[in-house]
């Protein structure tokens, strides 16, 4: 009987072993550890980390490209340590930047090769090819070495590459990464159709975009350390932070030395601040027990001899809801412990 998830991991860990220098002990470095994920079929799912969170450890694990350490990891109902063959004729990979194909080849020839590779006939190859190249409009470019293409337009073919097998699974590790805007468009457009048309099949997405998580998948994983801290939709995810009040502020610098008050964090009912520098001011983003800790940081704002410029309310996002959960964002390092969190 065919698994209703297509993938499932129970306690699943990775841990590196590294040596600073030959004679040195290796040292252990936990990538994953006891990750229990459940992913059904036809789902859209997310993975949400900082840099060196262990995305990329997990999506290595899940397309056989890596040996987990301990537990079990399963994808479309075969174990990725022992049913590796007949998982890679399942699945496919597409990672954001990476520069696959050869340059003196045109867009179509690459394909082709690939199609190939994954046992597609001619026939069924260079039919699929033209329907993939029409929907990502790249038809008029298909006789264009690849070589020649700029970064958005080789990134669109690199994509079309990971669906012209028609996986069952796919695995898309930042596939937006270092795209315009419009391109990053056409490509969330195409995986939205492409899910809708078959909804049997399985996307996982690892992405840095908040707003690329939150408009494509079902439910996502938010995962640090290499633990996963939260997993459920983007509403509910947004939806439990709403027992706090969100508030941005911009305040002009201070008119002279401020008073020694303290910091914002002490400030009574201030559960969360996050600074962003501007051009002659700052922006500061405050999660609050509620909306009468707000007098509290007007005073102290005014204690401080800054000058308020703006007030704005609003409901939590799902960067809150990782701010919450990580206590960074995305693109924030994690501090060195030496221990754990490795997407290599």
């Known amino acids: 009987m065919r698994s209703s998830l297509a993938i499932e991991t129970r306690n699943l860990g990775r841990v590196y072993k590294i040596r600073h220098g030959r004679k040195s002990e290796p040292k252990e470095l936990v990538a994953l550890k006891d990750v229990n994920l459940e992913v059904p079929r036809g789902e859209f799912f997310g993975l949400l980390g900082p840099n060196g969170a262990g995305k990329s450890t997990l999506i290595k694990i899940l397309s056989t490209l890596l040996l987990p350490t301990s537990g079990v990891a399963l994808v479309d109902g075969l174990d990725v340590t022992r049913d590796m063959v007949e998982i890679r004729r399942r699945i496919s990979l597409v990672s954001g930047g990476e520069n696959s194909g050869f340059g003196f080849l045109s867009v179509e020839e690459n394909l082709w090769m690939f199609a190939r590779f994954y ?173 009468d800790a707000l007098g509290n940081v007007l005073s102290h704002v005014a204690a401080q001899g800054s000058t308020l410029l703006s007030l704005e309310k609003r409901e939590p996002t799902l960067e809150d809801v990782f701010i919450h959960l990580v206590g960074r964002g995305l693109s924030e390092d994690a501090p060195p412990n030496g221990a754990q969190g490795s997407d290599e």
């Open 119 to 291: 046992g597609l006939d001619s026939r069924d190859a260079r039919q699929r090819i033209h329907e993939m190249l029409e929907i990502v409009g790249l038809a008029d470019r298909k006789h264009t070495r690849i070589g020649e293409l700029s970064t958005g337009l080789r990134q669109k073919m690199t994509f079309v590459r990971g669906f012209i097998p028609d996986p069952n699974v796919i695995f898309l590790d930042e596939p937006t990464l270092g795209l315009d805007v419009a391109a990053a468009r056409d490509i969330r457009a195409f995986v939205k159709d492409w899910i809708r048309r078959y909804p049997d099949r399985t996307i996982l997405l690892t992405t840095h975009y908040m707003a690329e998580a939150d408009e494509l998948c079902d439910r996502l994983a938010i995962i640090d350390r290499g633990q996963v801290l939260a997993c459920d939709t983007p509403a509910n995810l947004k939806r439990s932070l709403q027992q706090d009040t969100i508030y941005l502020l911009r305040v002009a610098p201070p008119d002279s030395k401020p008073a020694p008050n303290g910091t914002l964090e002490s400030v009574p009912g201030v559960r969360q601040v996050t600074v962003a520098a501007g051009d002659g001011y700052s922006e500061l983003k405050l999660r609050l027990a509620g909306d």
